[in-house]
Nanobody, 115 residues
Framework: QVQLVESGGGLVQTGGSLRLSCAVS????????MGWYRQAPGKQRELVAT???????NYADFVKGRFTISRDNAKKTVYLQMNSLKPEDTAVYYCNRAPESFGSWGQGTHVTVSS
């Protein structure tokens, strides 16, 4: 079973930055497209950004130009650099395979942006 461990969240003011990390235990990590998702209170989980095995990236419109996804295949880790944070970015952030997730999810990492 794949294990995903997200970290790096916290409380930040509007306009601030955070860098999230996700360690993935998948044996063939380097062949998967990976994504960062988020779930705000009372809302459904949504896909924020994806990165292919070769490093191609795609972003949801609401984070384009502010967030950057990257990966280190040797470390089996996915990153999300978040800049110019807004209160509406407040959510629990998860990483997983994209667009079809693995069978399990990590605990996520909480991001709170204060106004």
């Amino acid at each position: 079973q794949v294990q995903l461990v997200e970290s790096g969240g916290g409380l930040v003011q509007t306009g601030g930055s955070l860098r999230l990390s996700c360690a993935v235990s998948a044996t063939f990590f380097n062949i998967y497209t990976m994504g960062w998702y988020r779930q705000a209170p009372g809302k459904q989980r949504e896909l924020v950004a994806t990165i292919t095995k070769s490093g191609g990236t795609n972003y949801a419109d609401f984070v384009k130009g502010r967030f950057t996804i990257s990966r280190d295949n040797a470390k089996k880790t996915v990153y999300l650099q978040m800049n110019s944070l807004k209160p509406e970015d407040t959510a629990v952030y998860y990483c997983n395979r994209a667009p079809e997730s693995f069978g399990s999810w990590g605990q996520g990492t909480h991001v709170t942006v204060s106004s």
